[in-house]
Structures are given as structure tokens and as C-alpha cells.
């Protein structure tokens, strides 16, 4: 794909055609994302204005359709593109990008548009078990709408924030590839929270669950759960093993809940035990 990131960067009109037809196309939007950050991440803000809006434009027809996620992905990755470029930190990006898409989900911005009603309704008729478990949550106190809304709501969140994250890291390796061979693999593999950094997402989520903002409490982790993977990534490139070893590692990440919580609890003791810059020392 480094021969299309090529030709994309072309010229202005090369890139926004290319990032106007991708974000057309049923779930190709994540290249018209990808394509978005590259030359936000590459010329910035300003310049990239109208790759953004080419690939906004198509988008916004999806959304008036029904479907938020291609809109709401291509806005959340392009200003994480302008954060990663200016502060230079993927934890700072990742920590920014969580916080905007916990005040989209918050502010409603992924209900569907006709409401729960209609799909609770749907859930009952199809499954005898659920209409149990569904007036289960109602007799303790919990209304079956509040608790759609934030199943719908926390889901298509969390889509969208991973989605913006896999464009940015797409549009990140394009440009390393251009212009600076090897940097994005270094990049990353260097990538974790600042002490501080967890602090405020702890504070945020303590926060979170003492006012109700569920959101919050949803999304919260998923910075964390990224500089895991970072520091598994880092780990294997630093010991030189084969790249099988990642392929086995996501595996068992995809389908398995207690590999994530392991990759969690790495992430958060790394960011006060650093090991990566241990093992460079020892090795």
C-alpha cells in the first residue's frame, strides 16, 4: 500500500479524490481515514482541510443514512492526527481520542435514530431468555431503554475509537514509509502511558462512575489496552523473536478476555516500570 500512499501525495487533488471515493465505498472508510491522517499528519491542520472535508462529505451522506461510524471515525482520527503531530506523543493522541468519543457517546451522538424501542421490542419477540433477563434488569430498578442505550451507545463508541486508531496507525506507517523508513516501528514499540497520563484516565474513571457518565467507565481503558500491545510488540522486537509470536499473541487476544486483561495489567505496570528500557539495559 506504500505505492498508493505515494501517489496520494501526489498533490492535494490526488489525495482528497482518493479519500473522497474510499469513504463512498460500504465500509472502506477507514482508507479514506487512513488517507486523511497521512496528510494531516504530514502537512498538518490547515493544509489537510480539504482531504478532510473530501472524505467528511461522503461520509455525512453514510450518517444521514443511519450509519455514524464513517463520519464520526475520519473527524475523531484527523484530530488525532493534529494532536500526534503537535505533541508528538501516540499516548497523548490516544488519551484525546478516547475523551472526544466518550462526549460523543455521552451526548447521544451513536443512538440509533429511531430510538431503542423498536429494537427491544425486536430482542423480546426473538428470544424468550432475553425478555426474562430484560425484566430481570427491570425489577432491580434498571430500565431496559437507559441500559440499551448504553450498550448501543458504548459499543459503537468503542467501534469508533478503535477505527480511528487503526487509521491513524495506517496513516502513521504511510508516512514513516515515505519519508522516514523504520520510524513508526520504533514509534511504536516505544509507546506508553506517563504516569500522569494514567493518573488523569484513573481520575477520569473514578470520576466517571461517581457521576454516572458510563461512557467514561466503557472507553477509559482503552489507551491503556494500546500501550499493552505496544509493550508486547516492543518486547518481541527487542529479543528478535519471530514474528509468529505476534500472530499467536493476537489470536489469543481476539478470543480470549483473560489475554486482554493480562495485556491491561502489562500496560499498567510498564507505565511505572518501564521494561523495555530494562531490557535494552541488560541486553
Known sequence: MLALARWLMRGTPYAAGGAALASLIPWLFWLGGA????VTLRQGLVPALPVIIAAALPAGWWWAQGDVIPLASILLVSLMAVVLRERMRW???LVAGTLVTAAMTQFGIFQPPGGTELLLEQLRESSAE????LDDFAAQGI?????????IGGVTGLVVLLAAIACLALGRSWQAGLYNPGGFRDEFHSLRLAPKEFVLLLVLGIAGTLLGIAPLVMLIWVPLLIAGIALIHGIIGLKGMNGLWLVAFYALLITTWPTILIVLLLGLVDTFANFRARLARSD
Open 91 to 93: 499516548s497523548e493522541a
Open 130 to 133: 432475553i425478555d426474562r433477563m
Open 143 to 151: 430500565e431496559p431503554h437507559t441500559l440499551a442505550q448504553w450498550v
Open 35 to 38: 488517507i486523511a491522517a497521512l
